[in-house]
């Protein structure tokens, strides 16, 4: 057992994006030197909160484990903060189209899935013969890396099941006396996790849609690149696990429309309702007792939506609502990261009116 602590780092001092700097820090001093000594670290990224240990340590590896009840053989995403900690980690050369690639989107909401190098235990890829790496866009967790001087294996510093992190609190909800230290970086700019891309082939697929969409990278790439759920491809080793999906139980509606919406609240009559609506359908439903009515954002700005999803998640299931409802937004953009999370959280839940 731990005694953690939670710190936070001064938000000019992370507004500045200096990284020199943000690396002297007192706070970013013990993290780095918990990590060297094999300990484990949550910290804030661009998309959620990450749990990070020394990738190339086995013991401090398993400590992540131990920590969220993790399964063993669900691999991690090994983070880096610079391109310089690149080469170590892989097996030969990267194909030009994934250097062009890297250039244009690290740091930031990518990871890669290629032929891993010998550097790595086991325990950090679950065995397998690839690795995952992505070098994540906050100053932060660049600062913590860089000063640590190693790759940080880094799941999101969830408990196994439950929501990824987007503040510091929902960490510390998870895993206090778990862990040592928990550094605040404030809110995720993201909230949703990196999109996860195996680029072994000449062409790249998406095992796990997330923070960078499917959408840019086909446009940056000049063809569409697909999900692997679509062509049948291999599914990262993660998917098979239970994804978060809340106590209470939640219902999606496809095709919301207002006499649906009437349905519902005939047939729940009684009950205590919660319906999250986007700002184009908080108008079908009156206030009414017994109903509370959640405004995501516009189902034009899914940005926005995925930036709320988690947090509002968990907070509406610490009430005690007997059913809660969401709307379906379109699946354009990073709205197709938003309704990827929404489906596992439903499991099969689906209300659809043609
Ligand atoms: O945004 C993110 O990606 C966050 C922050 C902390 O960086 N991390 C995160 O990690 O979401 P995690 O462990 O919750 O999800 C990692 C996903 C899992 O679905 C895992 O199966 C997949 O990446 N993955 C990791 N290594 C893999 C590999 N070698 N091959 C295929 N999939 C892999
Ligand atoms: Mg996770």
Known sequence: MYHTSLEKIDKILIKSGNIDLLMK???????????????????????????????????????????????????????????????????????????????????????????KSKTLPMMTTAGLDTV???MPDHPVARALILASNLPIAAPSANLSGSPSPTRADHVYAD??????LIIDGGPTKIGLESTVVDVRDDKPVILRPGGLSREEISSFLGFEVQLAENIKKPLSPGIKYRHYSPETPLTLIKNINDKLLNQLIEDYK?????????????????????????????????????????????????????????????????????????????????????
Do not use: C
């Open 175 to 180: 895993l206090n006396k778990k862990i040592p």
């Open 25 to 115: 820090n007192r706070i970013i001093k013990y993290g780095a030197d918990l990590l060297r000594k094999g300990e484990v670290v949550a910290f804030p990224t661009e998309t959620v909160y990450g749990l990070g240990a020394d990738a190339t340590r086995e013991g401090a590896v398993e400590k992540i484990f131990v920590a969220k009840g993790r399964p063993q053989d669900n691999p991690l995403i090994v983070h880096i903060g610079s391109f310089e900690q690149l080469s170590g980690l892989i097996d030969g050369k990267l194909p030009t189209y994934v250097e062009k690639l890297l250039k244009r989107y690290w740091p930031g909401p990518l990871t890669i899935v290629t032929k």
């Open 270 to 354: 009684g009950k205590r309702l919660a319906f999250v609506l986007t700002s184009e359908s908080i108008d079908r439903i009156s206030n009414k007792s017994g109903i509370e009515i959640i405004e995501i954002g516009s189902r034009f700005n899914p940005e926005l939506i995925a930036n709320r999803l988690f947090a509002l998640l968990r907070k509406l299931d610490k009430k005690d609502f007997d059913q809660i409802f969401i709307e379906a937004i379109p699946e354009k953009g990073i709205g197709e990261a938003v309704m990827n999370r929404i489906y596992k959280a439903v499991r099969k839940n689906v209300l659809e009116l043609n």
């Open 132 to 134: 995952a790496i992505r």
